[in-house]
């Protein structure tokens, strides 16, 4: 007869003669020849040294075998599944998963009697990791406890009879001097001076995440820094934080401080006009808040400068000249950053120049005017429109009349005719008398006497 011993006992002695074989697990009986309706009980006795988590009984087989010949064999194979004495259990709990320096932490300790018979000499025991943490207290619930330690938190518990419980909970705070980024790992453990075969469920182990590292600041984004706005309600914006725990934001606007959750942006209320600073900060979860970014400031201004006063050419000029020159006076206002040029309807920003050259432009009339922007992009009213004209053409020459030519002449004041220039616009008239050359105007009739 042979016996395979199950997983985590120990040979102690058998009867009838069994033996151990070298390898230690097996035990073997030879027993000879057995009479027939023989009936003989023989004893294993096994001392229970491992037990596997995740199996709580003991699966032990045993064959009997003779010599070959034997036609009913179904019944040489016996197998028993014992349950292991099960009695004291404790779970343990932790909240929250991840804390911060200076924040609460609660383990909680549920203990209980599963078995059938009261469990005596109860002990349950806790060791905290007392250099992290700060004003750790308990209470208890259920059964009740006397402490027995204060660093190792152990405790003498009322014998427990089947089905009885309790609950032992602690609370801490995290020190306020961590540093980094951790795992604080913490066992409870109970025990009795009764039979508790089964103990993988006497200890409970629990993990929690201590989070000191603070989330990298965000970047700024606009307004840009020393920027001038316009807008009296500007939204502010910044990147979000590179730190993947990130979960909200503190803005710091102009002194003033608050929590816009996980926004990247905030649009502020009225303002007047000044200078106004701002900056941003990231938090997480657990609290950790990081350092802020660079601190920033804009300039609210809604008022738009003076319009500049025109100079050249001055308004209803006349020129032959196809290329000119705009002049203007700068504007009084000081934060005047620019001008617009509105050249015969079209506009353009000729940057902080009170100059602009037309280039090469054809016959006609223009009109012109200007207007000062600031940094803010403010614009003023546009200066009064000015005209000037462009004309490069000359007029058709006129047709002389008398006296004729080689005409001779007795008088000494001759008066010299011509017919009018057939050009519109013509303004008068330039006589050449041998070689010396008089304006002589718009004449009516078309004539000079000399």
């Known amino acids: 007869?042979?016996?395979?011993?199950?997983?985590?006992?120990?040979?102690?002695?058998?009867?009838?003669?069994?033996?151990?074989?070298?390898?230690?697990?097996?035990?073997?009986?030879?027993?000879?020849?057995?009479?027939?309706?023989?009936?003989?009980?023989?004893?294993?006795?096994?001392?229970?040294?491992?037990?596997?988590?995740?199996?709580?009984?003991?699966?032990?087989?045993?064959?009997?075998?003779?010599?070959?010949?034997?036609?009913?064999?179904?019944?040489?194979?016996?197998?028993?599944?014992?349950?292991l004495p099960d009695l004291l259990s404790i779970v343990k709990s932790v909240t929250p998963a991840r804390v911060g320096p200076g924040q609460p932490l609660t383990y909680t300790l549920a203990f209980s009697n599963t078995g059938q018979t009261t469990a005596a000499g109860v002990a349950t025991s806790d060791i905290l990791p007392v250099g992290h943490m700060t004003n750790i207290s308990y209470t208890r619930g259920g059964a009740a406890i006397t402490p027995t330690g204060d660093v190792s938190y152990t405790w003498q518990v009322q014998d427990l009879a089947p089905g009885e419980s309790g609950v032992i909970t602690i609370t801490a705070l995290i020190s306020p001097d961590v540093n980094g980024t951790y795992s604080l790992t913490n066992r409870a453990a109970i025990a009795t001076t009764s039979a508790d075969l089964y103990w993988p469920n006497n200890t409970s182990v629990v993990s929690s995440t201590v989070d000191a590292d603070p989330p990298y600041p965000p970047a700024l984004a606009s307004p840009p820094d020393g920027a001038a706005t316009n807008h009296d309600t500007p939204t502010l914006t910044w990147n979000p934080s590179t730190s993947a725990d990130t979960v909200g934001y503190l803005l710091d606007f102009d002194g003033a401080l608050q929590d816009v959750g996980s926004a990247t942006q905030y649009?502020?209320?009225?303002?007047?006009?000044?200078?106004?600073?701002?900056?941003?900060?990231?938090?997480?979860?657990?609290?950790?808040?990081?350092?802020?970014?660079?601190?920033?400031?804009?300039?609210?201004?809604?008022?738009?400068?003076?319009?500049?006063?025109?100079?050249?050419?001055?308004?209803?000029?006349?020129?032959?000249?196809?290329?000119?020159?705009?002049?203007?006076?700068?504007?009084?206002?000081?934060?005047?950053?620019?001008?617009?040029?509105?050249?015969?309807?079209?506009?353009?920003?000729?940057?902080?120049?009170?100059?602009?050259?037309t280039g090469v432009i054809p016959d006609g009339t223009y009109t012109w005017t200007v207007a000062a922007y600031d940094a803010a992009s403010n614009t003023s009213a546009f200066t009064g429109t000015w005209s000037f004209a462009v004309?490069?053409?000359a007029p058709d020459p006129p047709v002389l009349t008398s006296p004729a030519d080689g005409a001779h002449l007795a008088g000494r004041t001759p008066t010299l005719s011509w017919h009018a220039s057939p050009s519109s616009g013509v303004t008068g008239y330039l006589l050449n008398l041998d070689g010396t050359v008089v304006e002589v105007g718009d004449v009516t009739p078309v004539s000079y006497t000399h």
Request: glycine share 8%; with cysteine.
């Open 391 to 393: 004309d490069t053409t």
């Open 1 to 83: 007869m042979t016996d395979t011993l199950p997983l985590g006992v120990e040979y102690v002695d058998a009867s009838a003669g069994g033996t151990l074989t070298p390898a230690g697990d097996q035990v073997v009986w030879d027993l000879g020849d057995v009479d027939i309706c023989t009936y003989e009980a023989i004893t294993l006795t096994l001392h229970l040294v491992g037990v596997d988590p995740d199996t709580p009984y003991l699966n032990n087989q045993v064959e009997v075998n003779t010599m070959p010949g034997e036609p009913y064999t179904d019944d040489n194979v016996a197998t028993s599944v014992d349950p």
């Open 267 to 357: 649009t502020t209320s009225i303002l007047v006009e000044g200078t106004y600073t701002w900056t941003v900060a990231a938090y997480d979860a657990v609290g950790n808040t990081g350092i802020y970014a660079g601190v920033w400031s804009f300039t609210v201004d809604t008022t738009a400068p003076e319009p500049p006063a025109l100079a050249s050419p001055a308004d209803g000029t006349l020129t032959s000249t196809n290329s000119i020159t705009l002049t203007w006076q700068t504007s009084s206002s000081a934060d005047a950053a620019g001008y617009l040029l509105d050249f015969d309807g079209s506009v353009v920003d000729v940057g902080s120049t009170t100059q602009h050259a």
